[in-house]
């Protein structure tokens, strides 16, 4: 397949698909963001998150209409409210899902999985009923649309770079707040030993109910950047779960770092296969590879080194 | 009935009462429609029972059961199809003799994996061994390995992804999308009328205690007391020197066997096979059918594929908008108030009261109270 291109076609093919697949890795790091915090630190598997994201590109859509209609002026820099928007929804849902269904699951992880996907079915249906069964598109600001030219045969969309820098940002901001603050030591010391962390005085509860909602207000943002790839249905979110659950395990549950890697090692190697056959195939000559390599390394690319 | 290697009084007395309802009860009051649809569920049954010993009793939650359902299920519409489009029926097209989807996408010869499904004995063994053999390969790249849990369930999620993924994408050899429809004769014997329904009805119902029997075989063999162990203590067991793995594997094998009957009987009564009954979301709702019934309960699957079954096809018929809620609501009820599904409701209940009713009519006889809920609550 290789064989009808010059090595210099090849070059710009692989750059031009590569940040073609920017938006992709975005859209994955930061779902995975959040689900690594939710399944890799807390343990809950939470089949909903695609419907957070959802959420998330609803309020996108929503304020860009808004700002359309009463602030024309101002469309340009709409996105930058969306994003805020879609986090404090998505996240606040998260809070009363946690309150109302997921702590009384911490001891029976697996059944976290058939109850969040009872949830996500009424989140899909309660999508469908308010936003209508047909997708919806976001109409980008001017100044985001058109891409950079760096050679004559190497364009890179501006919306890709805007948003890699963005997930650039938050993913910092994420590993700030986990290992560098007072409150992701606590998340930290919780994950470890529940009963423990009680004992020397952290408020478990709220610390699980402000975590749940972190981990599904970045999967609202994930939502924002998902509105510029695809158009905005009450079924999209379910595509990417799985795709999101391989990127935390095929990274290693508990690694921020991996979680990243795997992320841009999936994205950029569907994004390229596209190019060259259909693609069905290269989701699954990638999804192939990656299940291949969990069974030869079940642990993940960076796993940490724990004893259990 | 004295107790036995298959079962003991009170589970006897569940088995009989389950075949009246199938056998004399449902025949009798439901039109061939009516029965037809009951034999539709069925074919889900056996993927429930595959997973109350892979889930309820060995705790290995697979959400890809799709697959080995599918994989029965292709096998034989394969062989279905391969009869249906014999050279006589395909005249019209420009390749005659090839089934008609390959015609559309421009397949001249039939493909090379397809030509031993016309052998009706290769396809039976096929049925019985793809799956088979595939749940042997995935078991044990993951069970030696010691991954289980969590991980499991989504590495199975992502296998039904792809090979959903597979089918839609590969048409031409597949039917893609659609499936492979139009399936008619089962060497030459018409499988669409009525009374091939019936037929057909009374032969799956057959087959679902045959491995009602199996389970039930396993359950009371030192085999189902060692799953149950593991779930609870896997650590233990390994120490007790058992390999804990090839039991995993030998469960996961049972459960995709089984659900690649139900995937056959499927095609047969249905007359089609699709790769909507292959991918996560069905998956996961055998895997509901399941916990409704109760995932400690043989029996209890059963009558959880079929009360599900009949909630979604009444209320999707008759309010669209509220099924989805009310699936959902049932998911989380179930998990959240009843994790022993309808048979610990059966055994918390229900079975109390006709014991006492009994006890107190007559002394108690012995083994009377060992309920399928005995065993414990379920891991984790």
Known sequence: MFGDYSIGDLGSIFVMQGFAGLILFSVYVLMALGLAIIFGQMGVINMAHGEFMILGAYVTWMTSNLFQTYLPSLFSGYFFLAMILAFVASGALGMLVEWVLIRHLYKRPLDTLLATWGLSLMLQQAYRSVFGAREVGVELPQWMLGSLHVTDSIEVPINGVFVMCLTVLITIGVAYVMYKSRWGRQVRAVVQNRIMAGAVGINTEKVDRYTFGLGCGIAGVAGSAFTMIGSTGPTSGQLYIVDTFLVVVFGGAASLIGTIASAFSISQTQSTLEFFMSGSMAKVLTLLAVVGILMLRPQGLFALKVRK | ?380
Not at chain 2, 23 to 48: C, G, H, M, S
Not at chain 2, 198 to 211: H, K, Q, R, S, T
Not at chain 2, 322 to 341: K, T
Request: net charge positive; glycine share 10%; with cysteine.
């Open chain 2, 1 to 380: 009935m004295t107790d036995n290697r298959f079962f003991n009084r009170s589970e006897f007395i569940g088995i009989l009462v389950l075949a009246v309802f199938l056998v004399v009860i449902l025949p009798l009051t439901l039109d061939v429609f009516r029965l037809n649809l009951v034999a539709k569920y069925l074919t889900y049954a056996f993927v429930a029972l595959g997973l109350v010993i892979c889930w309820g009793y060995g705790g290995i939650l697979s959400l890809g059961q799709g697959v080995f359902f599918g994989l029965g299920g292709y096998c034989m519409a394969m062989f279905l199809k391969l009869e249906a489009s014999s050279v006589e029926n395909t005249k019209i097209q420009s390749t005659p003799g090839i089934p008609d989807f390959m015609d559309w996408n421009q397949i001249t010869t039939l493909p090379l994996f397809w030509k031993p499904f016309s052998s009706l004995t290769f396809t039976i063994a096929a049925i019985v061994l793809v799956p088979g053999i595939f749940a042997l390969i995935i078991g044990t790249a993951m069970f030696k390995r010691r991954v289980g849990g969590t991980y499991f369930a989504i590495i199975t999620q992502a296998v039904a992804a792809i090979l959903t993924i597979l089918i839609v994408g590969q048409q031409g050899y597949t039917g893609g999308i659609n499936g492979m429809t139009d399936l008619r004769t089962l060497k030459g014997w018409d499988i669409r009328p009525d009374h091939a329904k019936i037929v057909l009805y009374f032969f799956e119902v057959g087959l679902l205690f045959a491995c009602i029997m199996i389970a039930q075989f396993v359950r009371h063999s030192k085999l189902g007391r060692i799953l149950v162990a593991m779930r609870e203590k896997e650590d233990r067991v390994r120490f007790s020197g058992y390999s804990v793995a090839n039991f995993k594997i030998f469960a996961f094998c049972i459960a995709a066997v089984f659900a690649a009957i139900g995937g056959a009987m499927f095609a047969l009564n249905v007359g089609f096979m699709s790769p909507s009954f292959v991918g996560i979301v069905p998956s996961i709702e055998m895997v509901i059918y399941t916990a409704v019934g109760g995932r400690l309960s043989i029996l209890g699957a059963v009558y959880g594929t079929l009360l599900v079954n009949f909630a979604k096809t009444s209320l999707s018929e008759t309010f669209p908008e509220l099924w989805l809620f009310g699936l959902g609501g049932l998911f989380i009820a179930v998990v959240l108030a009843f994790p022993n599904g309808l048979a610990g409701i059966w055994g918390d209940y229900v079975q109390p009261r006709i014991d006492r009713l009994i006890s107190s009519r007559k002394p108690k006889p012995d083994g009377w109270t060992d309920s399928s809920v005995a065993d414990g609550a379920p891991a984790e």
